[in-house]
């Protein structure tokens, strides 16, 4: 009989008890929660054998009292307690929800500049809180399904979450009791779900391009993703964040009320009845050809090809974000190997023909494109809670606006660009702009614009303690590491000294993907001006340099070092200067001025040099000089 049992360290006592792992796919609309059976990913569905979780809280005063499809029915009679569409205000500031005030009908209160939160009868609920109820159903409902607590979860996220929406992803996963194994983004795990990542593997040398075109029912997501060597990366996303299923409806309801001979305002019954006969007629054309609709009493044909031609121009939008992100990946539509078809839209066999017609290639879609995502997840998680190590992989993403810091003249000095696959790490260094300066201010941002002010401020933080030094004269190496889950670490060190400061950048709110959208199209747009922009601002810092340095040179020198009409000269040049500081808008005009006063001065600086040298050498032999 064996006394004891041996093992070895990490090993569990028991080599083949499996870890229970799941994959959350945690939607705007609708949850799920996938598992690994028997190597099969596999779906956990409720009592009632239902796969979704539709994502919403009903309150009342002692707490929540239902989640999912029950919480659903208090939508209409008690609106301001049943919460949907929370994701939306996930990892947001006050500010960001401002423009969602039409959409959302819940009373919000909020600190100043902090995080939105929701008056419940229960009392004050924020994001978080929700989402984490709605993790904790799901989790909930995966326990009793595997019969014990869960070892570990990846969470999908969508490809353009930034780091505070993230953030508040693991913090509710955290609050619903969930160990986080990594956010996933929704994209990669679609691919994983397809076993693309395996069949790479067969032959080391070979890399294969995937596009993941996601059509739900308000959004569209394109993703560009890389698989080479066993490491899988997201190269470049884009979409549009107010594009989706639902816009169809709205122009086959459109075609209705013409076809109607109604007015061009209907009251908001009128309007839900013609959206949901169009929404239901789209979904029939997905398996026929035509179909009859009945609406308000009379009866109407609708062909596929005719819907066709009412939502051409929307699908084209779709097709022509593809094309962006592929520049932006920098690659041929002829060099994408796989397109995979994720979200309920694209059942719809008028996308899948345009999507194959843009490729050349036909579409991998035999997963339910509204499963597709958590199937992946919990094909990822199974590996990483060391389950399947066959599978191991590295996943690899990016981010999705640039990371910069301030200049001076309030100009952004990108350190990761967008679209850089993380984790990454980069440093650049940067010095002092006074004589004598002991600390530097950081400020952290976020986007592709040139100034500051059209960026997104993430953080601030000062390094002090910079040993006095002439300006220019220290190095101040800043360094930014963005973790494989998307999370922002910044330091700042003086190299000589060493004094260092760091920051992990943890807003409290976020980015919406309208905005990030919005964001990119500003700085496609705005490039040229703020190329503009950028220049006068560069030589407006150099000329205010150029103004304090001279102007505090001839306080102390001027009389003794110049004649009257030097200086006058000189003041002349600096007045001139100050002014087109002040005016002008051409940043050449005030470069050609700078020059102007760098010659002036030339001489000055010159007198300047040679007593200064002289002073040092006042008093000293020859010899002691040359010493
Ligand atoms: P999702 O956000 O991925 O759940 O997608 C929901 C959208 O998919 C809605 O606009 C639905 O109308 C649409 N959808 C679902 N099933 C079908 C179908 N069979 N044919 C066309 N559209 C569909």
Redesign the pocket.
């Known amino acids: 009989m064996a006394l004891l049992q041996i093992s070895e360290p990490g090993q569990s006592p028991q080599p083949h008890q499996r870890k229970k792992s799941v994959g959350i796919d945690l939607g705007t609309?609708?949850s799920l929660v996938a598992t690994v059976r028997s190597g099969i990913e596999a779906i956990l569905p409720d009592e009632q054998g239902r796969d979704l979780l539709p994502s919403v809280v009903h309150y009342i005063p002692e707490g929540v009292s239902c989640v999912g499809y029950e919480a659903a029915e208090h939508n209409s009679t008690d609106p301001l307690n049943t919460l949907s569409s929370i994701k939306r205000l996930l990892g947001r500031g006050v500010d960001d929800i401002k423009t969602l005030g039409d959409t959302l009908p819940y009373e919000f209160t909020s600190d100043e500049g902090g995080m939105p939160r929701i008056n419940t009868a229960y009392g004050v609920v924020s994001p978080i809180q929700v989402s984490a109820e709605i993790l904790r159903k799901l989790a909930g409902r995966a326990e009793l399904a595997l019969g014990g607590m869960l070892d570990g979860a990846v969470i999908t996220v969508p490809a353009y979450f930034d780091d505070a929406q993230r953030q508040a992803t693991k913090d509710a996963a955290t609050l619903a009791g969930i160990k986080v194994l990594r956010l996933l983004n929704e994209p990669t795990a679609a691919a994983i779900a397809y076993g693309l990542d395996t069949e790479v593997a067969e032959d080391e040398s070979q890399q294969r391009l995937i596009a993941v075109y996601d059509l739900?029912?308000g959004t569209f997501d394109i993703s560009i993703l890389r698989l080479s060597k066993g490491v899988f990366e997201v190269l470049a996303t884009g979409g549009d964040s107010a594009l989706?299923?639902?816009d169809f409806?709205h122009a086959i309801a459109n075609w209705l009320r013409i076809e109607l001979a109604m007015g061009e305002t209907l009251d908001v019954v009128e309007q839900r009845i013609l959206l949901e006969a169009a929404?239901s007629a789209?979904?029939e054309l997905?398996q026929k050809e035509q179909v009859e609709i009945e609406v308000l009493e009379t009866a109407l044909v609708l062909t596929r090809e005719k819907m066709h031609e009412l939502i051409d121009d929307l699908i084209e939008k779709t097709l022509k974000a593809c094309k962006r992100s592929m520049r932006d990946a920098k690659i041929d539509v002829n060099s994408i190997d796989e397109v995979v078809l994720v979200?309920?839209?694209t059942?719809?066999p008028s996308v899948s023909e345009k999507v194959t017609e843009l490729f050349g290639l036909k579409p991998k879609c035999s997963i339910d494109?509204?499963l597709v995502v958590a199937m992946g997840a919990a094909k990822q998680a199974d590996v990483l809670v060391g389950n399947n190590t066959d599978g191991d992989m590295l996943l690899l993403d990016v981010i999705p606006l640039s990371l910069g810091i301030e200049t001076m003249g309030g100009l952004t000095e990108k350190i990761i660009h967008r679209n850089t696959t993380i984790p990454v790490a980069k440093a650049q260094e940067f010095t002092t702009f006074k004589d004598g300066q002991t600390a530097m201010s950081i400020h952290v941002v976020q986007g592709d614009r040139e100034l500051v002010s059209d960026c997104r401020s993430l953080a601030r933080f000062e390094l002090q303690g910079i040993p006095p030094m002439v300006a220019g004269g220290a190095k101040i190496q800043v360094s930014y590491q963005v973790d494989a889950d998307g999370l922002l670490n910044v330091s700042a060190r003086e190299l000589s000294s060493g004094v260092e400061s760091r920051i992990e950048v943890k807003p409290s709110y976020g980015l919406s993907d309208n905005e990030i959208t919005q964001m990119l199209q500003d700085s496609f747009s705005h490039a040229r001006d703020d190329m503009r922009l950028r220049g006068l601002r560069e030589q407006q810092v150099e000329a205010d340099r150029m103004l304090e340095d001279l102007r505090a040179a001839i306080e102390k020198d001027g009389q003794s070092l110049l004649d009257d009409s030097e200086l006058q000269c000189l003041h002349l040049a600096l007045d001139e200067l100050q002014q087109l500081r002040e005016n002008s808008e051409d940043h050449r005009q005030l470069a050609a001025q700078i020059e102007t006063v760098g010659k002036t001065s030339e001489e000055f600086a010159a007198r300047r040099m040679d007593a200064s040298i002289k002073q040092a050498l006042a008093g000293l032999s020859l010899d002691d000089a040359l010493k």
Request: aromatic share 0%; charged share 30%; no cysteine.
């Open positions: 609309t609708n739900g029912g989706g299923g639902d409806d929404k789209k979904q997905s979200g309920g839209s059942r719809m494109p509204d």
